[in-house]
């Protein structure tokens, strides 16, 4: 008796074939959504970053004078 294989969709834990990733349209859209939401707050974090190190660069050189 082989053990059926499944897991669960990722965003509402529902019982999916384990060759699918999400059990309908709409919790793959919902993800894509996290997904670009959380890609920009990585972007946003990252470019406030530069901006502070670009900040401190600019400090040091117009001390130098
Ligand atoms: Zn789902």
């Known amino acids: 008796m082989a053990i059926q294989q499944h897991r669960h969709c990722i965003i ?5 074939p384990t060759d699918e990733k999400f ?3 709409r919790c793959e859209s919902i993800y894509e ?3 670009k ?6 972007l946003l974090f990252y ?3 530069a901006v502070i190190i ?6 040091a050189f117009t ?3």
Do not use: N, P, Y
């Open 37 to 42: 939401k959380a890609r920009r707050t990585q």
């Open 63 to 65: 001390q130098g004078g």
């Open 47 to 49: 470019g406030s970053f």
């Open 33 to 35: 959504e996290r997904r």
């Open 12 to 16: 509402c834990e529902k019982a999916i």
């Open 54 to 59: 670009g900040w401190f660069l600019l400090m």
């Open 23 to 25: 059990c309908s349209d």
